[in-house]
């Protein structure tokens, strides 16, 4: 069955610190790749999303992304966090290239900033 | 983008009633989706609710337990029946919407229910 796995449960990093979360899928064949985060008390928000060219994509509020197909991965990454960003984010994939597929979604890390 | 209310945002229900979901959008959607978020874990999906059609459940979930209802293109309801303490979770509504093969997912605030 297709899965998706972030590797980091909860990650804890001082303001300023640079972040990187790990998502990996073993679905083999074209992916929609997402990442979603939601703030404490708010409700899920995609923070990006990538369908295909560029493999480097870039989202709100300084994240980005890279997909690696040879890697089944797509990381998310930020140079330099805030106290805001204290969050869960969850990674997500559809297949298919019609994109009509259904979101399955990592098991969310979260991630604590401290001021 | 969606924005998609969603009525009540949480509830406290006694074990074997049953509580109805309501999840209203601002625009015409054709794909309608419900999750469960149950504490510490991940999004879950339980359905797929297409106006005009019947939903389809994935494994694991079944119509007697979460009757769903589709009238129109921007309205949909969950119904949690019969409930147990196990069913206590956090049930989104979601929708696709922006159109063409790059359509994005958008996620409703959720309905926090609690069963005793």
């Known amino acids: 069955a297709q899965s998706v796995s972030q590797h980091n449960h909860h990650v804890i990093l001082s303001e300023a610190a640079s972040l990187e979360l790990g998502c990996n899928y073993s679905?083999?064949?074209?992916?929609?790749l997402f990442w979603y985060v939601q703030y404490p008390g708010q409700h899920l928000q995609l923070l990006l999303k990538?369908?295909?060219?560029?493999?480097l994509v870039k989202g709100i509020k300084g994240f980005e992304a890279e997909f690696i197909k040879s890697k089944f991965s797509f990381n998310l990454r930020k140079p330099s966090v805030q106290w805001s960003d204290t969050a869960e984010y969850f990674c997500?994939?559809?297949?298919?290239?019609?994109?009509?597929?259904?979101?399955?979604f990592g098991q969310g890390t979260t991630l604590q900033v401290k001021p | 983008s969606a924005v998609i209310s969603q009525k009540p945002s949480r509830d406290i229900c006694q074990r074997g009633t049953s509580l109805t979901i309501q999840c209203q959008v601002d625009?015409?959607?054709?794909?309608m989706f419900w999750y469960r978020q149950q504490p510490g874990q991940s999004l879950t999906l339980i359905a797929t609710a297409n106006q005009g059609s019947e939903a389809t459940y994935e494994s694991g979930f079944v119509i007697d337990k979460f009757p769903i209802s589709r009238p129109n293109l921007t309205f949909s309801t969950l119904t949690v029946s019969n409930m147990s303490p196990e069913d206590s979770s956090i049930y989104l509504c979601?929708?696709?919407?922006?159109?063409?093969?790059?359509?994005?997912?958008?996620f409703g605030p959720g309905t926090r229910l609690l069963v005793l």
């Open positions: 990538y369908f295909s060219g560029d493999p």
């Open positions: 979601s929708v696709r919407a922006g159109g063409g093969p790059q359509e994005t997912q958008y």
């Open positions: 679905y083999g064949g074209t992916v929609n």
């Open positions: 997500a994939v559809n297949k298919g290239s019609s994109n009509t597929g259904k979101l399955i």
């Open positions: 625009s015409q959607v054709t794909m």
